[in-house]
């Protein structure tokens, strides 16, 4: 199949045409990330621990979200998964699907976003023979960002970095990076310590599973 080809059967999965996750991208692994509305902005709520400094400055804003066009299309696909969820989960199946055999046929490892602007928990949805998204492609590496401290990942294929909004605690962060995890920390400038804590830089690659544990990632400030 032609990457061509992939990327035209796939309406819900942005594949190689995403500036922050193509920088990951090389000849042994590829990235398809999803694209939703973020927060309340499609009249359901898919960021329920958006603080209100994340809802003003979120990456909705950031590179072609800021066309109509595509502000539009995130609309739709969100409406589609809230009010039409069975034929959403059986369309995104099928594009999931299309993107690991894209990978497998040229030797690729393929990882796959699919809260890349919103922060919906998957793994509560049981898709097909009482399974998960993450059960039915054990052999693609899923990862997500995350607000919600509490959710939790067992899957040795679903990475989650939780990320620090202006209402959490640095205290918070250090609990967290303690116990092994990485926190998503905005700034300027991305420091090399911060709080006393190691800090690594998340804007070089999106490929937050290759990420040293137990660290800081660093971002600069996207979107408006």
């Not at 193509?22 to 960021?47: P, V």
């Not at 059986?90 to 055999?101: C, K, P, S």
């Not at 890349?116 to 052999?139: A, C, E, R, V």
Request: hydrophobic fraction near 35%.
């Amino acid at each position: 199949m032609k990457l061509s080809t992939l990327k035209g059967k796939c309406k819900l999965l942005n594949i190689n045409s995403n500036a922050k996750t193509s920088k990951g991208d090389d000849d042994t692994r590829m990235t398809a990330i999803m694209y939703l509305a973020s927060s309340d902005m499609s009249g359901y709520d898919t960021c329920e621990h958006a603080s209100p400094q994340c809802k003003r400055m979120c990456l909705i804003s950031a590179g072609r979200g800021v066309f109509s066009n595509v502000q539009n299309a995130r609309i739709n696909r969100t409406k589609m998964f809230f009010e039409e969820q069975s034929k959403f989960l059986a369309q995104l199946l099928e594009e999931i699907t299309y993107f690991t055999d894209y990978c497998i046929e040229h030797g690729m490892s393929a990882y796959v976003r699919l809260n890349g602007t919103s922060d919906l928990n998957f793994i509560d949805l049981k898709i097909k023979d009482d399974k998960d998204i993450y059960q039915l492609f054990p052999d693609v590496q899923f990862y997500d960002y995350t607000k919600d401290f509490k959710r939790e990942t067992n899957y040795e294929n679903y990475y989650l970095l939780y990320s620090r909004s202006e209402e959490t605690t640095v205290e918070t962060v250090q609990e967290l990076v303690a116990e092994g995890k990485n926190v998503a920390v905005v700034f300027d400038n991305v420091p090399s310590v911060w709080q006393g804590l190691e800090v690594v830089s998340g804007d070089e690659t999106d490929l937050r599973p290759t990420d040293k544990q137990g660290v800081v990632v660093g971002l600069t400030a996207k979107g408006k």
